[in-house]
């Protein structure tokens, strides 16, 4: 079999949700003024004792349940994260001994910042066409909050933590469509976290804004070519959750009336490479869709990264 298919999503969020009433009390903003700008209601923040180790293990937990599956199944995990600072060892590793791995599977990180989910997902497909893996879970997983900046209003209003998993597995028909990715490393700087700046977050709000809601229309729409669909088959979109005012603007451009746009950034607010598999587990499980239906996922970030593909509904 060298397809692959997506068999379960699962996620993980943290208990703590903080309001934009908190936020006023934080730094100089309001509910008003954060609801227009990015369309954030309230975000989850992780406590001391929530690692991303641990955000993790709980997301793959939770997929694993959904599965019906046991980690021993598993023979590749790939974790995205671009808020894990230890060198060595890796975290996928780390996450593959929480869960109580006996058996040897290859465990690797990635860093992508906010794409990173969509690009593991183009990783573990290619890896079960090439006949290197069978198995592979796909981990989304971010704490923001460790390097915000909470001094800039800009920026500390968006920020959020949680881990969403994917379990993809070797198919008689190809569920994930290739993937189109790419790069502006001249743009890199637009969005970053920087040793130089305290490791934290950073961003040119309006030239990451300009850039996507001009550029990325036509990405997506590469994307649902080389999927060999139409924008009218598409049951749902994914996208970063970085923004409601670009998410919004996007999904009319792509034009697909009869999809659910996932808009978990409205009580999420932005956890980089989490939050596509936790916007769409999410959206599975408040609007299940029939096996089969196709969804478009499609993120951006740091290095002003790119990926997406069109998957068939678990």
């Given amino acids: 079999m060298t397809g692959t298919r997506v068999v379960g999503l699962g ?5 703590r949700v903080v309001t934009n009433a908190e936020m006023e009390t934080i730094v100089d903003t309001s509910d008003e003024w954060i609801q227009r700008r990015v369309g954030i209601k309230e975000r989850r923040w992780a406590g001391e004792d929530e690692t991303v180790e641990s955000m993790a293990a709980n997301a793959a937990r939770d997929v694993l349940a959904k599965c019906n599956m046991d980690i021993s199944q598993i023979d590749t995990i790939i974790l995205a994260s671009c808020t894990t ?4 060892p890796n975290t996928a590793s780390r996450v593959a001994l929480e869960l109580g791995v006996t058996h040897e599977p290859v465990t690797l990180d990635i860093n992508t910042a906010c794409s990173g989910f969509t690009h593991g997902v183009a990783l573990a497909a290619q890896a079960i066409g090439a006949g ?11 704490k923001l909050t460790d390097v915000t900046d909470f001094t800039d209003r800009s920026t500390c209003v968006l920020t959020a933590d949680g881990a969403g998993a994917a379990i993809l597995t070797a198919a008689d028909e190809q569920c994930v469509s290739p993937v189109v990715w790419g790069s502006i490393p001249q743009m890199g700087n637009a969005v970053r976290i920087e040793h130089s700046n305290n490791d934290k977050f950073a961003q040119e709000g309006q030239s990451v804004y300009r850039w996507a809601t001009s550029e990325l ?3 997506a729409k590469q994307i649902i070519e080389k999927a060999g669909i139409t924008p009218d088959d598409l049951a749902a979109i994914v996208l ?11 999904a009319r451009k792509i034009g697909a009336p009869q999809a659910i746009v996932a808009t978990d950034v409205v009580y999420s607010g932005n956890t980089s490479a989490a939050s596509v598999p936790l916007a769409l587990s999410k959206l599975l499980e408040e609007h ?12 951006f970030g740091g290095g002003l990264s790119y990926a997406g593909q069109v998957i068939k509904a678990p």
């Fill in 11 to 15: 996620h993980f969020q943290p208990a």
């Fill in 85 to 88: 600072f230890d060198k060595s």
């Fill in 132 to 142: 290197s893996s069978e198995t592979v879970m796909v981990i989304g997983v971010d």
């Fill in 217 to 219: 229309p036509k990405i």
């Fill in 240 to 250: 970063h959750q970085a923004n409601l005012r670009i998410i919004e603007p996007l």
């Fill in 288 to 299: 299940p869709l029939p096996s089969g239906a196709p969804i478009l996922l499609f993120a």
